[in-house]
């Protein structure tokens, strides 16, 4: 079995960070934020994939997100969820050799 | 305008408590040095849910694989790991104080690189003449005649709202109204992508405050921040 590709690995990463978005969506004051967040970010995952989507990831790159998405998996607490919207992106891009 | 000492109230005096704890000094001595890299692995694990230092070092290969090439400091990643897992096990409400503490620490130590260190100082208020006193003190200024400079900072994007753009933009006003140049900004220990999101909602004047963010911490050092938009 292969990691597959850096585009396989940022969408599984882009699925992952739906869900911490509902979270984050939870605090209403915060909605227009989150919501803008995510799709600033989503974005410059679209940028990413547009340009190396089809390239192979390296191993460690996808366990490292594969890692990322569980620490994401793991938070239970809208304002914890919010303070991830803004690194898990981070720690993503970085993962697959992208500085932001 | 002058400067003066914030009041010592309680939460002043458990705040300076939590500023003069040698893990603040020692996250922020690291993180001045650190690179972009490591400034997100440090945000990431004192924002995050696990405390298996295994699980950082996995999620951040290019800091901890065995390739030790090209890092100017092999052994900086897994102190900064052990650092910010010792902020992230305290409770939460601790670990939110310390996270504000160790990026006043960080601004203070980067202003040191082109400012002498008497002229930094922490938990200062601006007085104008005429002008009822803001509260809220301002996390660290930097004094001197010639030139000023006032920061907040905060740890996440979250953090800039309305009253710390009004604080800030109402002292730059007030300087200019008595002929004396302000720089005023925040220090934002995030994104600058997250910050701009942000500020992009906000109704409040951001046009003359300057934006320093993990991006570029290290200009800081160089010269005064650029303004936010």
Known sequence: MTDGTVGEVLARALDAYEDLGS??????????????????????FDEVVAGRGAEPVDPRAAAAVALAIAEIGRIEDPHRAIDWLSTFPQVVLLAVGEAE | MRFQDAA???????????QAD??????????????????VMARAVMNGETTDPDGWRGMFPALFGDDHSGRPDPGRPEAILEASLAVAGRGEQV??????????????????????????????RILFDGVRAEIHPYDVTVEREQSAEAYDCKWGARGIG?????QLDDARDHAAEEDIGLTVALVVFDARRSCEVRLERQTAPSAGIGLVTLETLDALGRDRPAMAR
């Open chain 2, 95 to 124: 670990r939110s104080q310390f996270r504000g503490a160790i990026v006043e620490e960080l601004t203070a130590r980067i202003l040191a690189r082109r400012v002498e260190p008497a002229a930094i100082r922490r938990e200062r």
């Open chain 1, 23 to 44: 979270l984050g969506e939870e605090v209403e004051d915060e909605w227009t934020y989150v919501t803008d967040l995510q799709s600033t970010w989503r974005e410059r």
């Open chain 2, 22 to 39: 040698p893990l603040v000094a020692r996250l922020g001595a690291l993180l001045a040095v650190a690179s972009p890299a490591e400034r």
């Open chain 2, 162 to 166: 309305a009253d710390v753009l009004h």
């Open chain 2, 8 to 18: 010592r109230d309680a939460r002043a005096v458990v705040y300076a408590g939590i």
